[in-house]
């Protein structure tokens, strides 16, 4: 089992805002979207999280932008789990520009866990926990990049 999630992208033109650069909230959204990606590959897609009535919906984020990513640039994003609490589990992004492999931003959303019947919080499953290995360190993220 792959400790962290990767995936790449290439930032497109609509992703741009008035700076040249791309917008906040493109990050957001691509932290949605790998988060969703990494679980699905863990056996934690869609269909699973009907059958089991639970879902994870966002308490934060925070993002620390470190260097703008520019129209075509290709991202590698990475994300992993970084812990779990009775019913949160925070989960850690590493954004990098893969031609010079400069960090563009670090984030972090914390998940909690939540009965879909009722929308409450509601105790991480084993099950859930045990699809994803713990990663409590940065350092292996960068690893990978050589």
């Not at 909230?25 to 932290?31: H, K, Q």
């Amino acid at each position: 089992m792959r400790r962290i999630f990767m995936q790449t992208l290439v930032a497109p033109p609509e992703a741009i805002d008035i700076n040249g650069h791309v917008n906040n909230l493109e990050y957001l959204r691509w932290m949605q979207e790998i988060a969703t990606a990494h679980s699905a590959a863990r056996g934690w897609d869609r269909a699973r999280y009907l059958e089991t009535r639970t879902s994870g919906v966002i308490r934060s984020h925070a993002i620390e932008y470190l260097r703008p990513a520019f129209t075509n640039d290709s991202i590698a994003i990475f994300t992993w789990i970084a812990g779990f609490g009775e019913q949160v589990s925070p989960r850690k992004y590493l954004f990098v520009r893969e031609k010079d492999r400069k960090i563009l931003a670090r984030a972090e959303t914390l998940w909690v866990y939540v009965d879909a019947t009722t929308g409450r919080p509601c105790p991480v499953a084993e099950a859930f926990k045990s699809a994803f290995d713990v990663v409590t360190e940065e350092e292996e993220a960068l690893q990978m990049l050589g």
